[in-house]
């Protein structure tokens, strides 16, 4: 088997990562997001080269998140200039779609249903049905903060603050939204409270829309399945990961946020990222980890599978974990390609 390659992107944000994003078909478009105010468009094909910055898009402030929209060519954004946007990644062209009154944490879009959903931090949903572009996005009222938002086909999944997960249909979101003229009132299909006792710091839906994993600030993982049946709830766990060992306290771990969740579209197997600045694979299915790379540098701040689950993009950064007051990502921003082996990303056996 040949050995896996992994390069760093020559031309890196100049702050902070804040999102990694492949495109829907092709498995060498990249996109980044960052706190230097601007997003970025790569092709990641020539390891050679480091890959080739293609585009960056300016934006008023730092920029929360980004994701693909219909095709390879369409993006969108989210950022503490509070404002949704469309940007058209062939001429460059930026639309406002709409503005939330607080910083935009999370941006996702679904193919199936033309809809983009935006999570902001003034505790609202903003979709978007963007085949009727001349309608009013429709505001949800959240009852907290979002830390985190996750689609599959048939759900969206929304972290918030408290602790609080809701998961919505997304047939009954398009429902609503065609019913109504901007604001209004939709019940969750489930309403939970995350099994992870602190603050949720990323979710990832299964690729197979069967469940979904959350991750918190100490430490932790959870895998939940949507099927409300008491069979399928009872297969719901949690387990710790993403500690080192205490150098001044012996026998004591240093705990370190989960920063980043993403799932392999093929192999259904996941990829967590934390402050400790490693990558780990497991296998949601037989509770098991099967990889974990070497310590990169600094935290791992985002994450993302190719569509053909070739490629994974780490996005790498300062943390907050140490304290620091003066904050720069500059210079020690790196992002990495990790070119998989043919089975890299499998899941194993159960024990």
Not at 189 to 194: A, F, G, K, N, T
Not at 289 to 317: E, H, M, N, W
């Amino acid at each position: 088997m040949a050995p896996t390659i992994q390069y760093e992107l020559s031309q890196p944000p100049t702050d902070a990562v804040s999102a990694v994003k492949f495109a829907p078909s092709s498995p060498t478009r990249l996109l980044v997001s960052s706190w230097d105010k601007h997003a970025y468009l790569y092709d990641i094909s020539s390891e050679e080269d480091g890959g080739k910055l293609i585009e960056k898009y300016e934006h008023r402030a730092p920029v929360l998140d980004v994701c693909f929209g219909a095709d390879d060519n369409e993006a969108f954004t989210a950022g503490m200039d509070w404002q949704v946007k469309r940007i058209n990644l062939e001429t460059g062209e930026q639309t406002v779609l709409s503005t939330h009154g607080a910083p935009v944490k999370s941006v996702v879009y679904s193919k199936e249903h033309s809809l983009l959903v935006s999570a902001s931090w003034d505790s609202t949903l903003h979709f978007h049905t963007l085949n009727t572009p001349q309608a009013e996005p429709t505001t949800i009222t959240l009852p907290a903060k979002p830390h985190s938002l996750s689609i599959t086909e048939s759900k969206l999944v929304v972290a918030m603050a408290a602790r609080l997960v809701y998961i919505y249909e997304l047939t009954s979101i398009l429902q609503t939204t065609s019913q109504s003229n901007g604001a209004t009132e939709l019940t969750p299909w489930q309403q939970r409270e995350s099994s992870l006792k602190f603050m949720t710091r990323a979710v990832a839906c299964m690729p197979n829309s069967d469940g979904y994993a959350s991750s918190s600030i100490e430490g932790r993982v959870a895998v939940e399945w949507f099927d409300p049946s008491a069979d399928s709830q009872a297969r719901k766990y949690a387990f710790k990961c993403h500690r080192q060992p205490d150098p001044d306290n012996e026998g004591a771990d240093v705990v370190y946020p989960v920063n980043a969740l993403a799932f392999h579209p093929g192999f259904g197997t996941f990829a967590s990222g934390g402050g400790d600045g490693v990558v780990a694979l497991w296998d949601a299915n037989a509770k098991r980890r099967t990889r974990q790379y070497q310590k990169y540098p600094q935290s791992v701040a985002a994450l993302c599978f190719s569509c053909d689950g070739k490629y994974l993009a780490i996005g790498v950064c300062p943390g907050f974990e140490n304290g620091q007051e003066d904050y720069s990502g500059e210079g020690v921003t790196k992002v990495y390609i990790r070119e998989l082996g043919e089975t890299e990303a499998k899941g194993k056996a159960p024990k």
